[in-house]
């Protein structure tokens, strides 16, 4: 937890958690919302890909693992 706390701000998204799961609209990252683990419903503020990423410092994701099962539903 230390060395996380030196890089505090530099997480890709820097007000959501370390590791949090994040989408956006293709690569805008000005579209980034944290998913929850509760089902949630969201409405795109633009037509694009979801793009989903673990919120990571950008040079890091080299050494992270695993997996997450995410379903997506089109309501709309």
Known sequence: RWLL????????????????????VGEDESTAFVMRESPTEWEAPATGELCCFAN???????NNSGHVDLDVTRIA
Request: glycine share 0%; net charge neutral; hydrophobic share 50%.
């Open 5 to 24: 706390a030196l890089f505090e701000r530099a997480r890709r998204i820097p007000d959501a958690n370390w590791f949090a799961l994040v989408c956006t």
């Open 56 to 62: 990571d410092h950008p040079a890091a994701y080299w």
